[in-house]
């Protein structure tokens, strides 16, 4: 398959799908592979089915599709079946089903004319040919009678009558006797080869007898017949007597104005590489009528595979840099996005005025700025999603989603640590070590390390690329280019695991620090943002994974822009209400209520937290 693929993308054939029939299949495998076919753009696409199939699959494949259409409410359907020889001009496989066996292109061994060996054959009776023991069995078979009392078809015995010289010249002829032939001259020539090195001057010798089999393996591969019996050249080694085919076209005919039938036609050859198509080729498009050619529209996988009657479509040698925001939903995100940017920056600029506010430094000023950074580039990379892919828009794409998630997860996992750290000594006023800006922030940085190591893994080993598809626009011109970047949604998805466990880890330590009502409340703020944001994203990713490619983009915009903005309230909205409010905003000898929000472990202790006293970071 893997070769066939090369070979067909190499000539500008396309392939929509690769299907695979089990073993052991059963009534439901088949329905479903007909089901797949026909879910490839219908009549406006794949109709050409490639078959690699045992006979009896073949035949069950077009049982199942000739009982689909019989029992389907659509419109008829027709598929051009190209298989080769396991095909070949079987009636067995195509009795019946004319209707969708009509227009396939089959292969057989090219068998060149034996007029010698036909004759000999015809001639062989079962009384004069003796020493072929298997020779009786098609005797039986072609005569359906017994030879003798020991013969299955001893009911019927022959009457020593029959012969072969008339009426039997099908029964005879073999699409590899031409073939089999060959192998055995080749292996006697290689034989007698051996017994003239072993045995000079004698006809057999002890020393051929005891003859090692690889020493007989390397004698018969060696040998090159210039001109066999079928008067062709062969060899075991070099394949020179294989690879020659007659194309056949099963075509239907009609007998009268009421009854038709098919039978193989022979269109042409494949003869040393080179395909020779010798009579016109009888074509059915998706609907079952007669067609000129068949032709597919071509899915991504080929980039030039509209030769075969298709206007070809010119493909720039590089994506250009598009911007795609005219769409409605693209207009509300971006919008949507310039004014959680603008609510970033003015709480950052706030909490800078502020610093020293027990509000801002007991919930650790170093994390909400970084916090508000991972909010804001995460609102950002909808701009990834919205630019035409390139290269760098591509690389944009694998690296943001996952680092700038990664960035909000570990500044909130850092911040809910903190306050387990802080409150869960029992002691509001307990001095407590490694709170300070600048361990959370080291904590921080080792947290994203391992974000950075894995995207950076990944780029690295699958650098970014563009690739593009030719699609039916319906207009003029009729097909255009699309790009899109080479990575699938479900590595898209895989790149967020460590998203995940961070998520995990933040929902698990925030259910133990929703309970402390120290520090703003903010242990329960966490936890909701957690739990609302697991919805979310598994929604977002759901669409992503499951959609058509049409609404993947939208659903990852609109998931990150909705996770950005619920953060962004769930977090900071209540430190915005305490700093605003009208209670005092100094320090004194009692903790700060921050409008009734909690105490404020930094003001009761100012102690610990020394340089949150001296910067604002």
Same mark, same amino acid.
């Given at each position: 398959?893997?070769?066939?693929?090369?070979?067909?993308?190499?000539?500008?054939?396309?392939?929509?799908?690769?299907?695979?029939?089990?073993?052991?299949?059963?009534?439901?495998? @088949?329905? +479903?592979?007909?089901?797949?076919?026909?879910?490839?753009?219908?009549? =406006?696409?794949?109709?050409?089915?490639?078959?690699?199939?045992?006979?009896?699959? #073949?035949?069950?494949?077009?049982?199942?599709?000739?009982?689909?259409?019989?029992?389907?409410? %659509?419109?008829?359907?027709?598929?051009?079946?190209?298989?080769?020889?396991?095909?070949?001009?079987?009636?067995?496989?195509?009795?019946? @089903?004319?209707?969708?066996?009509?227009?396939?292109?089959?292969?057989?061994?090219?068998?060149?004319?034996?007029?010698?060996?036909?004759?000999?054959?015809?001639?062989?009776? /079962?009384?004069?040919? &003796?020493?072929?023991?298997?020779?009786?069995?098609?005797?039986?078979?072609?005569?359906?009678?017994?030879?003798?009392?020991?013969?299955?078809?001893?009911?019927?015995?022959?009457?020593?009558?029959?012969?072969?010289?008339?009426?039997?010249?099908?029964?005879?002829?073999?699409?590899?006797?031409?073939?089999?032939?060959?192998?055995?001259?080749?292996?006697?020539?290689?034989?007698?080869?051996?017994?003239?090195?072993?045995?000079?001057?004698?006809?057999?010798?002890? *020393?051929?007898?005891?003859?090692?089999?690889?020493?007989?393996?390397?004698?018969?591969?060696?040998?090159?017949?210039?001109?066999?019996?079928?008067?062709?050249?062969?060899?075991?080694?070099?394949?020179?007597?294989?690879?020659?085919?007659?194309?056949?076209?099963?075509?239907?005919?009609?007998?009268?104005? !009421?009854?038709?039938?098919?039978?193989?036609?022979?269109?042409?050859?494949?003869?040393?590489?080179?395909?020779?198509?010798?009579?016109?080729?009888?074509?059915?498009?998706?609907?079952?009528?007669?067609? &000129?050619?068949?032709?597919?529209?071509?899915?991504?996988?080929?980039?030039?595979?509209?030769?075969?009657?298709?206007?070809?479509?010119?493909?720039?040698? =590089?994506?250009?840099?598009?911007?795609?925001?005219?769409?409605?939903?693209?207009?509300?995100?971006?919008?949507?996005?310039?004014?959680?940017?603008?609510?970033?920056?003015?709480?950052?600029? @706030?909490?800078?005025?502020?610093?020293?506010?027990?509000?801002?430094?007991?919930?650790?000023?170093?994390?909400?700025?970084?916090?508000?950074?991972?909010? #804001?580039?995460?609102?950002?990379?909808?701009?990834?999603?919205?630019?035409?892919?390139?290269?760098?828009?591509?690389?944009?794409?694998?690296?943001?989603?996952?680092?700038?998630?990664?960035?909000?997860?570990?500044?909130?996992?850092?911040?809910?640590?903190?306050?387990?750290?802080?409150?869960?000594?029992?002691?509001?006023?307990? +001095?407590?070590?490694?709170?300070?800006?600048?361990?959370?922030?080291?904590?921080?940085?080792?947290?994203?390390?391992?974000?950075?190591?894995?995207?950076?893994?990944?780029?690295?080993?699958?650098?970014?690329?563009?690739?593009?598809?030719?699609?039916?626009?319906?207009?003029?011109?009729?097909?255009?280019?699309?790009?899109?970047? !080479?990575?699938?949604?479900?590595?898209?998805?895989?790149?967020? /695991?460590?998203?995940?466990?961070?998520?995990?880890?933040?929902?698990?330590?925030?259910?133990?620090?929703? =309970?402390?009502?120290?520090?703003?409340?903010?242990?329960?703020?966490?936890?909701? &943002?957690?739990?609302?944001?697991?919805?979310?994203?598994?929604?977002?990713?759901?669409?992503?994974?499951?959609?058509?490619?049409?609404?993947?983009?939208?659903?990852?915009?609109?998931?990150?822009?909705?996770?950005?903005?619920?953060?962004?309230?769930?977090?900071?909205?209540?430190?915005? &209400?305490?700093?605003?409010?009208?209670?005092? +905003?100094?320090?004194?000898?009692?903790?700060?209520?921050?409008? *009734?929000?909690? =105490?404020?472990?930094?003001?009761?202790?100012?102690?610990? %937290?020394?340089?949150?006293?001296?910067?604002?970071?």
């Amino acid at each position: 398959m893997d070769t066939f693929m090369s070979k067909a993308n190499a000539g500008g054939v396309c392939a929509a799908l690769q299907l695979t029939i089990p073993s052991n299949p059963t009534s439901a495998d @088949y329905v +479903k592979i007909i089901a797949d076919l026909l879910m490839q753009w219908g009549d =406006k696409g794949s109709n050409v089915v490639v078959l690699f199939t045992s006979p009896e699959d #073949t035949r069950n494949l077009l049982k199942y599709a000739d009982i689909h259409a019989k029992t389907s409410s %659509n419109s008829p359907y027709h598929f051009t079946w190209v298989a080769p020889d396991s095909w070949g001009f079987s009636t067995d496989i195509v009795e019946g @089903y004319l209707e969708h066996a009509k227009g396939a292109i089959t292969t057989v061994p090219l068998q060149p004319p034996m007029p010698d060996f036909q004759e000999y054959m015809s001639r062989l009776t /079962i009384q004069s040919n &003796t020493r072929n023991p298997w020779f009786r069995w098609l005797w039986e078979d072609i005569f359906d009678c017994g030879v003798d009392e020991f013969s299955p078809r001893r009911d019927a015995m022959c009457t020593g009558t029959e012969s072969l010289l008339v009426g039997h010249t099908s029964e005879l002829k073999s699409a590899l006797s031409s073939y089999a032939m060959e192998a055995v001259y080749a292996i006697a020539t290689g034989l007698h080869s051996l017994i003239q090195k072993k045995c000079p001057g004698s006809n057999m010798c002890s *020393d051929f007898l005891n003859s090692d089999p690889e020493d007989i393996h390397n004698e018969i591969i060696t040998v090159r017949v210039a001109e066999s019996s079928t008067g062709r050249p062969f060899s075991f080694l070099h394949s020179a007597g294989g690879g020659e085919y007659a194309i056949m076209n099963y075509v239907e005919e009609r007998l009268d104005e !009421n009854t038709t039938y098919g039978r193989y036609k022979k269109v042409g050859e494949w003869l040393s590489g080179t395909l020779n198509i010798e009579e016109e080729i009888q074509f059915f498009d998706f609907n079952g009528n007669n067609a &000129t050619s068949v032709v597919s529209q071509c899915p991504r996988i080929c980039s030039d595979c509209l030769k075969q009657g298709v206007p070809r479509v010119e493909v720039p040698d =590089k994506a250009p840099l598009v911007f795609n925001g005219n769409s409605v939903w693209a207009v509300i995100i971006l919008a949507l996005v310039v004014l959680m940017i603008v609510f970033c920056l003015i709480i950052f600029v @706030y909490f800078l005025v502020e610093f020293r506010h027990p509000v801002v430094k007991g919930a650790s000023s170093s994390l909400s700025y970084f916090l508000l950074l991972g909010i #804001t580039l995460l609102l950002m990379e909808n701009f990834a999603f919205m630019f035409e892919p390139t290269r760098i828009v591509c690389g944009c794409q694998r690296f943001g989603l996952g680092f700038f998630h990664a960035l909000i997860w570990s500044a909130l996992l850092c911040k809910v640590i903190r306050i387990l750290r802080i409150c869960g000594t029992g002691e509001i006023n307990s +001095k407590v070590s490694f709170v300070s800006p600048w361990s959370q922030t080291f904590l921080l940085f080792a947290l994203l390390l391992v974000e950075v190591v894995l995207v950076g893994e990944w780029l690295l080993l699958d650098p970014p690329a563009v690739s593009h598809e030719i699609v039916e626009t319906g207009t003029s011109p009729p097909f255009e280019v699309v790009f899109y970047c !080479n990575y699938k949604s479900e590595w898209m998805v895989a790149s967020l /695991i460590y998203v995940f466990i961070l998520i995990l880890c933040t929902f698990w330590c925030a259910c133990k620090a929703r =309970k402390y009502s120290d520090l703003n409340h903010e242990g329960a703020y966490i936890l909701f &943002t957690t739990i609302a944001s697991i919805f979310i994203m598994v929604a977002w990713l759901l669409v992503y994974t499951l959609a058509v490619e049409e609404y993947q983009n939208p659903a990852v915009c609109i998931g990150i822009t909705t996770n950005a903005i619920l953060v962004l309230a769930a977090i900071f909205l209540p430190k915005v &209400t305490a700093l605003t409010s009208n209670e005092d +905003k100094t320090q004194g000898d009692g903790p700060a209520t921050g409008n *009734d929000m909690g =105490k404020s472990y930094v003001y009761s202790n100012p102690d610990v %937290n020394k340089d949150d006293e001296l910067t604002a970071f």
